[in-house]
T-cell receptor, first 111, second 115 residues
Framework: GENVEQHPSTLSVQEGDSAVIKCTYSDSASNYFPWYKQELGKRPQLIIDIRSNVGEKKDQRIAVTLNKTAKHFSLHITETQPEDSAVYFCAASVDFNKFYFGSGTKLNVKP | ETGVTQSPTHLIKTRGQQVTLRCSSQSGHNTVSWYQQALGQGPQFIFQYYREEENGRGNFPPRFSGLQFPNYSSELNVNALELDDSALYLC??????????????FGPGTRLTVT
């Protein structure tokens, strides 16, 4: 089955700096890659996603890049703010009917 | 907040018992996925139901089973509970309509503790 690895497990940045979280996947058939933000005690919420026919997608301060050849994708957060502090999960899916999550990155944005 | 609801919020069971967790999907969504999230870990995919049929399954034993009803709500049943089954169980609903977003909307989860 699919194996998704996520790095780093923790990331501490100064407010205003950029943060990058990286994931690799093993199943070349995976074609949908969402990113979720989970605040303490709350449910995961989708922040951005990308499909395999696109190399990059941006939404304000958040961007995701996908390298299908290398089977890795990354989340980029620019101009980080304290409210960005949370656990971030990447996931990979084949045709939206099985989702495999990474182990999570705890992002701490220091004011 | 999303329209996905789960019940109960918390549950304590004894090893060997059986448990049923419930999920009500967001209006208009016909697909429900279930996940197990252990403390400090990412959600682990259990299975997905689409139009009352199992549509995909992760690496979970057969004692994890499910149902989806005509109104697209869903149940997760776990038999012969083990201590390692203690976790947060999340359901997520989505729509498989062509051209629609496949975004999964998660419920608040059920915290299961097995003693």
């Amino acid at each position: 089955g699919e194996n998704v690895e996520q790095h780093p497990s923790t990331l501490s940045v100064q407010e205003g700096d950029s943060a990058v979280i990286k994931c690799t996947y093993s199943d070349s058939a995976s074609n949908y890659f969402p990113w979720y933000k989970q605040e303490l005690g709350k449910r995961p919420q989708l922040i951005i996603d990308i499909r395999s026919n696109v190399g990059e997608k941006k939404d304000q301060r958040i961007a995701v890049t996908l390298n299908k050849t290398a089977k890795h994708f990354s989340l980029h957060i620019t101009e980080t703010q304290p409210e960005d502090s949370a656990v971030y999960f990447c996931a990979a899916s084949v045709d939206f009917n099985k989702f495999y999550f990474g182990s999570g990155t705890k992002l701490n944005v220091k004011p | 907040e999303t329209g996905v609801t789960q019940s109960p919020t918390h549950l304590i069971k004894t090893r060997g018992q059986q448990v049923t967790l419930r999920c009500s999907s967001q209006s208009g969504h016909n697909t429900v996925s279930w996940y197990q999230q252990a403390l400090g870990q990412g959600p682990q995919f259990i299975f997905q139901y689409y139009r009352e049929e199992e549509n995909g399954r992760g690496n979970f034993p057969p004692r994890f089973s499910g149902l989806q009803f005509p109104n697209y709500s869903s149940e997760l049943n776990v038999n012969a509970l083990e201590l390692d089954d203690s976790a947060l169980y999340l359901c997520a609903s989505s729509s498989e309509l062509a051209g629609a977003s496949y975004e999964q909307y998660f419920g608040p989860g059920t915290r299961l503790t097995v003693t």
